[in-house]
């Protein structure tokens, strides 16, 4: 079983930065992309970025230039640097993973969540 666990969220106002956390736990032996999303208040959750084990990455449009994603492959952690914050940007942010091997090398394919780390952002 593996588990999510998000943190560095908080209130900041516009044009701060926060870096948010996600620690991966359990029987993993690699995981494949590692996925921001975020979901406002009244608004369908929307992805925000995401990181492959290889470093390729992909941004939402809407966090270009100012969000950076990274990671460490040998932590299971993966990171999200966001500048200058907008009030658009508050939302709960969760991280997510869909593919991984456990330490036994057996392949899993499922949608894992974490239970989220609330961004609020104050114009």
């Known amino acids: 079983q593996v588990h999510l666990v998000e943190s560095g969220g908080g209130l900041v106002q516009a044009g701060g930065s926060l870096r948010l956390s996600c620690v991966a736990s359990g029987s993993i032996f690699s995981i494949n992309a590692m996925t921001w999303y975020r979901q406002a208040p009244g608004k369908q959750r929307e992805l925000v970025a995401s990181?492959?084990?290889?470093?390729?990455?992909n941004y939402a449009d809407s966090v270009k230039d100012r969000f950076t994603i990274s990671r460490n492959n040998a932590q299971n952690t993966v990171y999200l640097q966001m500048n200058s914050l907008k009030a658009e940007d508050t939302a709960v942010y969760y991280c997510?993973?869909?593919?991984?091997?456990?330490?036994?090398?057996?392949?899993?394919?499922?949608?894992?969540w974490g239970k989220g780390t609330l961004v609020t952002v104050s114009s």
């Open positions: 997510n993973v869909n593919e991984y091997r456990d330490s036994e090398g057996y392949y899993f394919g499922m949608d894992l």
């Open positions: 990181i492959t084990s290889a470093g390729i990455t």
